[in-house]
Structures are given as structure tokens and as C-alpha cells.
């Protein structure tokens, strides 16, 4: 078993920026692929941001790619997603996700709300 618990979202203006952390236990956090989703208002969850277990290999949605940058600190168990030139459609309930897999992940964390105001 994996917990997972997200922290720093909020309310920031368009062109703003924010950093999630997500800290995880019940395993050893370098054995566990990390990542991010979102999902926003009447849309299902889709894929933001993944990291390898090293943290070497990173992959991006093209809606993040050159905004957003996912990161690891293996000494903290803890997984970053900070986002800059962030824009309305940001907007989103963000969720940690440990065990990445087709489709989805094997944990999931409870989702910090990120709001981007126009």
C-alpha cells in the first residue's frame, strides 16, 4: 500500500504560478513511479505529468509540456508538479498518483484544487 497526500494548491491569478508537493508512504518512495493528473468541471481525469523512479525520465501532456515541470526528491518522499504561465483551463481538482499504469495509476492521492482566475 501506497499513501499518498497532496499539498499547495489554491487560488492564483492567470499568468500566476504554483508548486504542488505530494508526500508519499508505505513503501520505499525511489521503487515508485510518480505522477500527475487533473480533472476539471464535467471532464474526465487526464494525465499531466509522470516521473521515473530515479527521476530521471520525465514525460509531459503537450498542455504541460514548456509550463509545467514535475520533479522528485527521494530523500524527502516527495514528488513536485510546479506550474507556471498557468491559464484558466488549468483549472482543476490535481491528483498524485503513485504505480503509474495504461490508463490510470495504482494510487491515487485525494486531489488538491488548483483555481486560476481570468
Known amino acids: 500500500q501506497v499513501q499518498l497526500v497532496e499539498s499547495g494548491g489554491g487560488l492564483v491569478q492567470a499568468g500566476g504560478s504554483l508548486r504542488l508537493s505530494c508526500v508519499a508512504s508505505?513503501?520505499?518512495?525511489?521503487?515508485?513511479?510518480m505522477g500527475w493528473f487533473r480533472q476539471a468541471p464535467g471532464k474526465e481525469r487526464e494525465f499531466v505529468a509522470s516521473i521515473s523512479r530515479s527521476g530521471y525520465s520525465t514525460n509531459y501532456a503537450d498542455s504541460a509540456k514548456g509550463r509545467f515541470t514535475i520533479s522528485r526528491d527521494n530523500a524527502k518522499n516527495t514528488v513536485y508538479l510546479q506550474m507556471n504561465s498557468l491559464k484558466p483551463e488549468d483549472t482543476a481538482v490535481y491528483y498524485c498518483?503513485?504505480?503509474?499504469?495504461?490508463?490510470?495509476?495504482?494510487?491515487w492521492g485525494r486531489g488538491t484544487q488548483v483555481t486560476v482566475s481570468s
Open positions: 498518483a503513485a504505480d503509474l499504469k495504461l490508463g490510470g495509476a495504482g494510487y
Open positions: 508505505g513503501r520505499p518512495f525511489s521503487t515508485i513511479g
